[in-house]
Nanobody, 126 residues
């Protein structure tokens, strides 16, 4: 499966953006999908994950209550709605997917994801 992330841009603190991760080549509904981000000078970190059906979602503590991951399997797309954004949310955001059955033991671990999009830059100004 090939993944492409869209929707990054510049937003003021307190504002919102919605990122999209569009899949091609395979049906995205067969993949657990996650979002990760890498801020300047920092390691890439987990942001959110969603199970194949979309029935369960998981978030990093830093975004819980502000970000929402969702999926539209008919459109082969996973979304990340980002609200109440903060300057510390500034990063390149990547979507990732794995064919593995979902497990609480791995969903935050980058190496467990087999497919990655190219990243989209999000900048939050103060």
């Amino acid at each position: 499966v090939q993944l492409q992330a869209f929707g990054g841009g510049l937003v003021q603190a307190g504002g919102s953006l919605r990122l999209s991760c569009v899949a091609s080549g395979r049906t995205l509904s067969t993949y657990v999908t996650g979002w990760f981000r890498q801020a300047p000078g920092k390691h890439r970190e987990f942001v959110a994950a969603i199970t194949r059906s979309g029935s369960s979602t998981y978030y990093a503590d830093s975004v819980k209550g502000r970000f929402t991951i969702s999926r539209d399997n008919a459109k082969n797309t996973v979304y990340l709605q980002m609200n109440k954004m903060k300057p510390e949310d500034t990063a390149v955001y990547y979507c990732a997917a794995t064919i593995r059955p979902f497990s609480l033991s791995y969903y935050v671990t980058q190496s467990e994801y087999d497919y990655w999009g190219q990243g989209t830059l999000v900048t939050v100004s103060s």
